[in-house]
């Protein structure tokens, strides 16, 4: 149960936002001071490997404040809407862009093969665990994005570890934007080829490195296409002119692409006309296809070589047959009711609008994942938990996520969140974010 915290009432005066917003950074640091917590030495009892866990007390001063804002139980959702605490919230913490994950045929299809082939697969796809499930949508995704051949893995972080790790060989080197996804990270850290990682987006950054290494023969650009914590989006027509002008492959990891934009929510690479030039395309089942598992899209050869090279895939069991029936027939909605993804694109717009009429800075773009930057790390949470108790669930990322003092309250937006819920989000964000000084009185 999440414990009551208040600051008090000495706040609500007339002081200008900025002394007011500094005046409760301060009360709170008393309270809860964020960075010493995390920099707070091992207790003198413990030694060798583990002191560090027994050192590390940030969570547990976050709960006694009652600021933790982590593994909230959600006991009951509906779309947008979620119980938590046996209190009902509008969740802005979701990638259930297409509202999916809780649509009625989407359930029935999963509950079909739940009844059909059990719980689970009980073995990699490897030997015993391909099921004739994954093989249908590993041709349906193939058709969809007009490539030759498709792998359906367990989940988006092992595709893009597991791919990565077998791709990038001794000689070879990859190029990774800095704000890729850890899965990225991941993938080029257990590889035994170099990574090297150029500013985000930074396209003068990329073609300097790829001019320092332009006697590698083995090159690959990979980058995000929706970048998931910024909402940025990656500049794929200048990565793939860079890619042919230096001789290197391009990965794009579509994670928050699919669904979102372009041709039917093809992705970024359709968006930007640019899908013949990507020569791997990674996706996963667990944003809008409102399910669980990542895939890889590639000529057959590719996606060949990675069914029998990677350690992810092979090494692990397949994804249940009722969570890939639900992609099949996510994937068959997503593609004939575009309508969905129209009213993304108006709810993305019309928040958007109002943050930023508000006094909030925001991405100039159709992503709905809506950041919203307040800086210090104990004002973040605590602006969060104030969200919360005003029925708003939403995500928190402070640093190592993102850079020391530039915490922020991640937001993101769904086909079902409806006008109510959208004015509901803004009215919260303008009532408590005037409150602590993070914006100016209207
Ligand atoms: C950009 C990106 N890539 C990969 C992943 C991993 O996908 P999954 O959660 O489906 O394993 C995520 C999910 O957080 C993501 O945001």
Known sequence: MTKPFTLGNEFEDEDPSHLKKSKIISSLKEKFDFENSHLRPPSSKEKGILAKCFGY??????????????????????????????????????????????????????????????????????????FNLHKTLERELSSFLNREDAIVMSTGFQANQGTIACLLGRRDVAFSDRENHASIYEGCSVAPGKTVRYYHNDMDHLEYYLKKYSDVEGKIIITDSVFSMSGDIANLPAIVKLAKDYGASVMVDEAHGLGVLGENGRGIASYYN????????????????????????????????IRHKASAFIFTAALPPASVAGVIAGLDIMINEPERISRLRENTAYI?????????????????????????????????????????????AVSPVVPHLNAMIRTSYTSVHDQEDLDKVLDSFRRLGTKLGIIPKE
């Open 274 to 305: 640019v899908e013949d030039e990507i020569d791997i395309y990674m996706g996963t089942f667990s944003k809008s296809l409102g399910s669980i598992g990542g895939f890889i899209s590639a000529k057959s050869k590719i996606i060949e070589f």
């Open 57 to 130: 007390f940030a969570p547990e001063q976050a709960k006694e404040l009652g600021i933790y804002p982590y593994f909230k139980e959600v006991q009951e959702i509906d779309g947008c809407h979620v119980v938590i605490d046996g209190k009902k919230a509008i969740s802005v913490a979701t990638n259930n862009y297409l509202g999916l994950a809780q649509e009625p045929r989407v359930v029935e299809a999963g509950r079909d093969a739940l009844e059909k082939f059990g719980i689970g697969c009980t073995g990699s796809r490897f030997l015993n665990g391909t």
């Open 352 to 396: 958007k609008r109002g943050f930023f009429d508000m006094g909030f800075q925001v991405n100039n773009n159709s992503i709905p994942i809506v950041p919203i930057k307040i800086g210090e790390e104990a004002l973040t949470l605590y602006m969060n938990r104030l969200l919360f108790d005003d029925g708003i669930f939403a995500g928190v």
